[in-house]
């Protein structure tokens, strides 16, 4: 169970050793330009104006929206908790050389909550008919935010709900790991950029987000340069368009959101159509030549 300490997050771990890895900053103002990817015009293709279509993502921009507006202690799914546990939405970037992922939820970095913020978990070479396994793990608090950790065995946490959604502490659904066990882990490296603070757009604190007013929101954002070689596996199958899950909930699981982008890996159907093509290009030539 994680508590909060800072009204707004933000990392700068580029180039930094052991002993300077995390510079942490008591945020005003968090976003000084409105492309960055800590900054909600970064993902959304238009600005808020107080409707469901807020969450709209840009073209391109893998992502799931759930947004409960229960208020402060409704029904969030499978647990209670309203807005504050309410994991909104999760967006997903992906290019040649980089990943970005961004979360949306109602869960304020610098309150301190029962049950506090869990940790990115991601999925690589995910497949909807089998169970989930989450081999990578981006820490999102305290020492461990924006660390990029391989998991190991016990190297996850998990909620307070069974894969029936029923409350079992001693039974948790694996589908949802919350917090990694640091100790179980290996260290891989530190994300380029992190944040995670109140949600903005253009810098400026929006006076209403989504259709639910009064709700309060903050942006999770992590981007990762994949040409790094420390970064191993994640780098390699991610770049080479394997298939992955990324997730997000909070320790105790009552709400949680999660996006797969699809394969960009042809399906052996279609290198097989291609290598016909080909071929038969080959023998027209031949023919033609002859």
Known sequence: MKS??????????????????FTFLLCAPAVSTATMFNDLNHWLADAPTGTSADWTAKSGIQNMIDDNGQGPTGFVGPGW???????????INKTGTALEIAVVTGMDPSAT?????????????????????????????GANAGQIFQI???????????QSGNYAPGNPDPAH???????????????????????RYNGNTMSQFGQYA???????????????NELGFLADGIKQGDA????????????????DPPSS??????????????????????????
């Open 4 to 21: 909060s300490i800072f009204n707004c997050l933000s990392v700068d771990l580029r180039g930094k050793s052991i002993s300077t890895l």
């Open 81 to 91: 908790g309203g807005q504050e546990y309410d994991a909104e939405a999760i967006y």
């Open 113 to 141: 909550h029962t049950y506090g913020p869990g940790d990115i978990a991601i999925d690589l070479g995910y497949q909807e008919s089998g169970p989930a396994s989450f081999e990578i793990g981006i820490g999102t608090m």
């Open 152 to 162: 190991g065995p016990g190297g996850w946490e998990y909620g307070l709900w069974n």
């Open 177 to 199: 790991p919350t917090s990694m066990v640091i100790s179980n882990n290996t260290w891989l490296g530190n994300a380029d950029d992190f944040y995670y603070g109140e949600a």
């Open 214 to 228: 009064g709700d309060n929101h903050y942006l999770i954002a992590v981007s990762i340069d994949l040409t790094r």
């Open 244 to 259: 992955f899950l990324a997730h997000w909930t909070m320790d105790c699981a009552n709400d949680s959101i999660e996006v």
């Open 265 to 290: 890996v042809p399906e052996p159907a279609s290198i097989l159509l291609t290598l016909t093509g080909l071929l038969g290009l080959i023998s027209f030539r031949r023919y033609r030549s002859s």
